[in-house]
């Protein structure tokens, strides 16, 4: 008998069915966790093997690297067991992979802040401060103030969860830029649109696929998140639109396409790259090497590329992609549609009653909007263009 069957003969049987971890050939009780094999113990030792896993698993599942801490709830342990809840709704639905990468991404910036074995119940007012000052090195206020509101909802889990016996305590040097301050920061960076004639400049200037994104920006609405992570069956060229929900909330978008956009999509169809990763292979946008365009925590790979495109043309300001999102709603607005043009977007009222009630908005009404943003773009000479179904709709709701 070789030693192989002699290992494969004398293999134990789990102490019980629900035993959370198996019998590997090296003789370790061992658990696959994110595609990787992690081992916990020696087979005549179950027991100890278990307690190694169950201390180590929220951080494995959370895609963190388990250490040995000090009793008591760590920074590290903490992070693990928020991020193996956030990950139960991305699997559900219920939260979506631009929000969780964020969580992430906040909870390795509280452990590379605080250190893996940094008690939580020892943290105070003069950490978060530290934090606080940190972060407001490479952010803006309206960034200060989304991660100022993840960190506090890190902590909160733990309060909520039974993990500490009393809150923590952030202090005043851990609050969110207040609103007058946010106000009087947006003044001074100046509008956050671009004019047509600068968005002409970028067509005219951007090769693929950038060229794609950008008009497909300003046609739907669109922002960073949306064309990095737009499907290709969520695009019906044929017909002329595009029906794809927001990433970050889910709320359900249509908006039809302009001829432009067809064309620019079309042509960038045809010498799109093979997908790198099986996974990626459904999306609209790759990069050259075949990769994703798709936003992962604060890095944005169509900011930096656009980023490039405005030093290349020359086109200043405190303005980004997201810069094209503001033009469209600010276009749209004047076809007096505010329904219609909120539809594109992807917004919701709360508190707006009509809201629960209101499951569509017509064709005609989107087009009208899409149609007038269209002309404000590229000016009177595309008028003779105007969609049939369109044409209508521009009377009733222009005139």
Known sequence: MTKANSTRSNRPNKPYPDFPLFPHATRRWAKKIRGKLHYFGPWDDPDAALQKYLAAKDALHAGLTPVDT??????????GKFLTTKKQYLDTGELSIHSFNDYAASCKRLIKMFGRNRLVSSL?????????????????????????????GVFKYAREQGLLDKPVVF??????????????????????KFQADEIRKMLATAGQPLKSMIVLAINAGYGNSDVGTLPLDKLDLQNGWVNYARPKTGIARRCP??????????????????PKNPDHAGLVFLTIHGG???????????????KKLLDKIGVMGHRNFYGL???????????RDFIAVRSVMGHTMSGDIATHYRERVSDARLQAVAEHVRQWLFGAEKNQQVQPAAQPALKMFIA
């Open 70 to 79: 000090p009793d008591g709830l760590t920074v590290l342990l903490l992070c």
């Open 171 to 192: 202090g005043q040097g851990f609050k969110r830029p207040s609103k007058g301050t946010i106000e009087k920061h947006r003044q001074t960076q100046g509008p956050k």
């Open 292 to 306: 994703t365009w798709a936003k992962v925590a604060s890095d944005s790979p169509v900011s930096k590329e656009f």
């Open 325 to 335: 999102r503001h033009s469209f709603q600010n276009a749209g607005d004047e076809a």
């Open 124 to 152: 105070g007012p003069d950490d978060f401060q530290r934090l606080r000052a940190k972060i407001a090195k490479t952010y803006g206020l309206i960034r200060i103030g989304n991660e100022v509101n993840r960190v506090r």
């Open 257 to 274: 396409l302009w001829p432009e956009t067809i064309s620019a999509l079309k042509e960038w169809l045809t010498v799109r790259p093979a």
